[in-house]
C-alpha cells in the first residue's frame, strides 16, 4: 500500500519570505499524481498543485511550486513571497494512476505566517 | 449545486446514539469519498462510490461504520451505537469520475462529530 509521510508538523515563516514543506512517499508503481493540498480553518481542502510523475518539469502555479524528485521518493512544496493568507494546514497526497482511484494523505503540516 | 454541501456543520451526540451525516456532491459527479479527520492528523479514507459498481468500503473501520448513494446523488455516512473515539471531522468528497480525480477532489466543509 502507498503511504504518504510529511516529517514537519509544524512551520513558521516570515510574511514575504520564503518557505518549503516536505513530503515523502512509498509506492510501486510508476505512474501516479502528487498533490498539495491547503485546509484554512474554514475546513474546506483547496487544491494548491499538482505534479504528474511521468513529467520532469516541477509544476507551477503563481508563487507555488513543488520540487518533484522520483528517484528520491520526494515531493516538497515551496512557497515564496508568503502571506497570512498562506497561513492554513498543508496536505500532501498520492493518486495511483492504476486501480484505485482514492487520494492518499500525509498527515499534514501547519504553517504559520509572521507579521 | 456549486460545491459539495455537507449537513449538518456540527453534530454532538450522546455515546451509544446513532448518528447520519449528509453529503450532497456536485451534480454530474458520479465518483464520492468519504474521509475521517481526527484531531490534528490527516485525513484516513472511508468508503468510496463510483456510479453503480459496489462501493469500495476497505476503509471503514468497524461495522459501526455504514454508508449509502443513491445513483449519483446523495450519500449518508451512519455511524451506529457512537463511540468517543469516532469524534472526528467527516470530510466528503467528489470528482467528476474515476479519471477526474487527477484534477483533484472537490471536497465539502465537514461535519464535526463529538461524542460525549
Known amino acids: 500500500a502507498q503511504t504518504v509521510t510529511q516529517s514537519q508538523p509544524e512551520m513558521s515563516v516570515q510574511e514575504a519570505e520564503t518557505v518549503t514543506l516536505s513530503c515523502t512517499y512509498d509506492?510501486?508503481?510508476?505512474?501516479?499524481?502528487l498533490f498539495w493540498y491547503k485546509q484554512p480553518p474554514s475546513r474546506q481542502m483547496i487544491l494548491v498543485i499538482r505534479?504528474?510523475?511521468?513529467?520532469?518539469q516541477n509544476a507551477t502555479e503563481n508563487r507555488f511550486s513543488v520540487n518533484f524528485q522520483k528517484a528520491a521518493k520526494s515531493f516538497s512544496l515551496k512557497i515564496s513571497d508568503s502571506q497570512l493568507g498562506d497561513a492554513a494546514m498543508y496536505f500532501c497526497?498520492?493518486?495511483?494512476?492504476?486501480?484505485?482511484?482514492?487520494?492518499?494523505f500525509g498527515q499534514g503540516t501547519r504553517l504559520t505566517i509572521n507579521p | 449545486g456549486a460545491g459539495v454541501s455537507q449537513s449538518p456543520s456540527n453534530k454532538v451526540t450522546e455515546k451509544g446514539k446513532d448518528v447520519e451525516l449528509r453529503c450532497d456532491p456536485i451534480?454530474?459527479?458520479?465518483?464520492l469519498y468519504w474521509y475521517r479527520q481526527r484531531l490534528g492528523q490527516g485525513l484516513e479514507f472511508l468508503i468510496y462510490?463510483?456510479?453503480?459498481?459496489?462501493?469500495?468500503k476497505s476503509g471503514l473501520p468497524s461495522d459501526r461504520f455504514s454508508a449509502e448513494r443513491t445513483g449519483e446523488s446523495v450519500s449518508t455516512l451512519t455511524i451506529q451505537r457512537t463511540q468517543q473515539e469516532d469524534s472526528a471531522v467527516y470530510l466528503c468528497?467528489?470528482?467528476?469520475?474515476?479519471?477526474?480525480?487527477?484534477?483533484?477532489?472537490?471536497f465539502g466543509s465537514g461535519t464535526r462529530l463529538t461524542v460525549v
Open positions: 509506492t510501486s508503481e510508476s505512474d501516479y499524481y
Open positions: 497526497a498520492y493518486l495511483g494512476y492504476w486501480g484505485a482511484q482514492k487520494l492518499v
Open positions: 451534480s454530474g459527479h458520479t465518483a
Open positions: 468528497a467528489s470528482s467528476l469520475e474515476p479519471e477526474g480525480a487527477v484534477d483533484g477532489y472537490t
Open positions: 462510490f463510483q456510479g453503480n459498481s459496489a462501493p469500495d
Open positions: 505534479q504528474e510523475a511521468y513529467k520532469q
